[in-house]
């Protein structure tokens, strides 16, 4: 867990401050945050789709400790079911 603290602080130090929060506000226009993913084409779809996932990531990453994170690959939020 000291890792993962470790690591969002160096995405914090990189993308909140000068420099790094231009080419934030960059990659978010030019990786789909602002706008539909939406293809006919499923293929180019989930291409798309990945692109946006790495800036929702970096974006995770910046938002601190409680961002809702879930180990990759098992399908389930924080959330308790009802």
């Keep these: 867990m000291e890792e993962v603290k470790k690591l969002r602080l160096k995405y914090q130090q990189v993308f909140t401050q000068g420099t790094g929060e ?15 993913t939406m293809d006919e084409n499923n293929n180019n779809l989930a291409f798309l789709e990945g692109q946006r996932s790495v800036i929702l990531f970096i974006k995770n990453m ?5 961002n809702g994170r879930r180990k990759p690959g098992s399908g389930t939020t924080n959330r308790k079911s009802v």
Excluded: A, V
């Design 22 to 36: 231009e080419l934030l506000e960059d990659l978010e226009l030019r990786f789909h945050i602002h706008n539909t």
């Design 62 to 66: 910046l938002k601190g400790e409680k």
